[in-house]
């Protein structure tokens, strides 16, 4: 159903959006949901995206994604299927932009060895950091803290959520106690992030040298479109072929989910957001597609993410978040000053400040860090 602003009528909207935390007067020439996408562009969190490592470390190469152009591309196919689905394509770019803003230096190998860490004092996880990045660790505003942002966006970016954690988060945690979903545009980030990752983890992937196209060829989803641009171009060699190739995989995705969703959609009748938030997941790959994808993602697993080269980079990465972590629990005071808390503090507390302040890392400062920390000569 779609009436006459283009939105359907179970998209979010201003109308139906539950709002910010802290009242605010309504933004002039632009809507709430483009006043968040400003709001996370401008903030430091994201600035600090491009010196983290999507799976390549940053100094490994320019041409490697980082957390910042891995996001971009998140928004970019997140807003062609929101589009198409007439469902609003400012938040799915907000909640875009801000899905990896609480992700630790180093991927994942990072946020493991800071969830080990922090494992007495409550864990860490990267999509949880994200939401407190924006509610909380932000000090742009003379009011309040963090980037008070929509409660759709918010929502969006809280993919997943323990019972315990969700029952610490109010409103925002509700819906993984009571089991209901989140709008279809926190649903179509969800499945944007898998399809750009899978994608260009390929490309960097070839481009590492870590995976061959022969590998590849064994792969249904990359075997189809390979074979496709070979036919069509016998001649073809080199990076063209892997880009050609790349982009035939994206297009369909994106193409398969838009029209499983939309029939999805259809099925169940959806004429509000409430009717929405009680239906199951309706962003969804076909059954074929869905199996092709994850094909992909178990041999990117094992070929790719479990690659000798890329468990060395691994460790290194956990023994500088372990041994930082350590350095900051032993001594608060070797923390920047704005970090050291008061006496009397827990320590689940003071480990949290040295856990925000170690996930707020870039991956070089990460490291230059260390080395202040370790190396005698370095101050
Ligand atoms: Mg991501």
Do not use: W
Not at 270 to 288: C, G, H, K, Y
Request: charge should be negative; glycine fraction near 6%; include cysteine.
């Amino acid at each position: 159903m779609k009436p006459m602003s283009g939105l359907a009528s179970y998209a979010v909207s201003e109308e139906n959006s539950r709002g910010r935390l802290h009242a605010e007067t309504a933004p002039q020439g632009r809507s709430e949901f483009q006043r968040d996408r400003d709001r996370i562009i401008h903030s430091g969190a994201f600035r600090r995206l491009e010196y983290k490592t999507q799976v390549f470390v940053n100094h490994e190469g320019d041409l490697f994604r980082t957390r910042l152009t891995h996001s971009i591309e998140v928004a970019q196919i997140a807003r062609s299927i929101a589009r198409q689905l007439h469902l609003n394509e400012d938040l799915v770019e907000a909640i875009s932009l801000a899905h990896d803003l609480g992700h630790t230096p180093f991927g994942h190998a990072g946020q493991d060895a800071l969830n080990q860490c922090m494992k007495e004092y409550g864990g860490f996880e990267h999509n949880l950091q994200s939401v407190r990045v924006v509610d909380v660790l932000e000090d742009r505003y003379a009011t309040f803290d963090g980037l008070n942002l929509c409660f759709e966006t918010r929502e969006g970016m809280l993919k997943h959520c323990s019972p315990e954690k969700a029952a610490q988060l109010g409103e925002l945690g509700e819906r993984f106690l009571t089991d209901r979903r989140p709008s279809l545009e926190g649903q179509i980030a969800n499945l944007a992030d898998e399809i750009a990752y899978n994608n260009h983890d390929v490309d960097d992937g070839l481009r590492s040298g870590l995976i061959t196209l022969e590998q590849l060829a064994t792969v249904p989803l990359v075997a189809e479109h390979l074979r496709a641009v070979q036919d069509q171009y016998p001649e073809l060699s080199g990076r063209r072929v892997v880009h050609e190739t790349v982009r035939r995989m994206i297009n369909t995705l994106v193409t398969d989910l838009i029209r499983q969703s939309a029939r999805n959609i259809a099925e169940h009748n959806l004429q509000t957001l409430e009717d929405v938030r009680n239906a199951p997941a309706l962003i969804a790959f076909s059954a074929e597609l869905n199996n092709k994808q994850k094909e992909l993602k178990r041999f990117l697993h094992v070929h790719l993410y479990r690659h000798y080269r890329v468990m060395r980079m691994s460790a290194k990465a956990q023994r500088i978040i372990r041994e930082l972590f350590g350095a900051f629990m032993a001594e608060h005071r070797l923390l920047p000053t704005q970090y050291q808390t008061g006496r009397g503090e827990s320590d689940a507390e003071r480990a949290r400040v040295v856990a925000d302040y170690i996930a707020g890392m870039t991956d070089r400062y990460a490291i230059r860090e260390h080395r202040r920390l370790f190396a005698i000569e370095e101050s």
